[in-house]
């Protein structure tokens, strides 16, 4: 069993920033791909940034434009997403999930096997 929990959610102002923190516990391999996800109220579900944990490849949806970056911490069996340049768009429930024995990450959250409760993101203008 693989359990994720999310950290550092938060209401912040256009521009400002947020770290957002999932730590996993449980039997996951090398060949793990740990994800953020979004939604927003009456929207799907949608990849944010994903992170292979055997080399550390990262891969990011195409609106986050060089704003969040994803990291990995493998002896805290951590991930992070610092979150830069905040937008009011930005406003979503943001997931953890890890997608196990993967050969790469995949956008489609379908594909992922354990999910976190969520952490809320605010972003006003």
């Known amino acids: 069993q693989v359990q994720l929990v999310e950290s550092g959610g938060g209401s912040v102002q256009t521009g400002g920033s947020l770290r957002l923190s999932c730590i996993v516990s449980?039997?996951?391999?090398?060949?793990?791909?740990l994800a953020w996800f979004r939604q927003a109220p009456g929207k799907e579900r949608e990849g944010v940034a994903g992170i292979y944990r055997a080399n550390g490849r990262t891969s990011y949806g195409a609106f986050v434009k060089g704003r969040f970056t994803i990291s990995q911490d493998i002896t805290a069996n951590s991930i992070y997403l610092q979150m830069d340049a905040l937008k009011p768009e930005d406003t979503a429930m943001y997931y953890c999930?890890?997608?196990?024995?993967?050969?790469?990450?995949?956008?489609?959250?379908?594909?992922?096997?354990?999910w976190g409760q969520g952490t809320q993101v605010t972003v006003s203008s």
């Open positions: 999930a890890a997608r196990l024995q993967s050969g790469s990450c995949d956008p489609r959250p379908s594909v992922y096997n354990y």
């Open positions: 449980g039997d996951i391999d090398r060949n793990t791909c």
